[in-house]
């Protein structure tokens, strides 16, 4: 599980400030989805405790409380597993690993880190493992 990998060189494109910016956005993700976590967790985790009798005469309300249950916490699930690969991406930026591929370890292209800072594996190697799914 736990992939020993040492990386030598450094990311030829990230530098400094751009590290910096890419931290920026980090913080800025990881803060939108800890302000959301808890409204989805109330929203995914609540009973149908509202007192009122068991009659499937509503049921199709039921169905659609459920529904949006679902959603919830797969958003919930979505958004606690980003939140593993953000402070993975913080350990990378503080271990100067930060930028190269989980998988092949080849630096990544600059546009993906600035839009997917957190993004563990390279465009190819994502859809490699996207396409063998
Ligand atoms: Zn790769």
């Known amino acids: 599980m736990a992939k020993k ?3 030598k060189q450094k990311h030829p494109k990230l530098l ?3 590290i910096d910016f890419i931290l920026e956005i980090l913080n800025k993700k990881r803060a ?3 302000s959301d976590i808890p409204g989805l967790m109330t929203e995914g985790l609540s009973q149908h405790n509202d007192g009122s009798s068991s009659s499937p ?3 199709a309300d039921i169905g659609t409380d459920e529904f949006n249950q679902g959603i919830a916490l797969s958003r919930l699930e979505r958004d606690e ?4 690969k953000i402070e993975i991406a913080y350990e990378k930026i503080n271990s100067g690993k930060f930028g190269f591929c989980d998988e092949c370890e080849k630096p990544m292209k600059l546009g993906r880190l600035e839009f997917v800072p957190w993004a563990p594996l390279c465009i190819e190697c994502q859809e490699l493992i996207e396409g063998n799914s």
């Open 5 to 7: 990998k040492t990386i």
């Open 16 to 18: 400094k400030k751009k």
């Open 32 to 34: 939108v989805i800890l």
């Open 57 to 59: 005469l509503h049921f």
């Open 81 to 84: 597993s980003l939140i593993d």
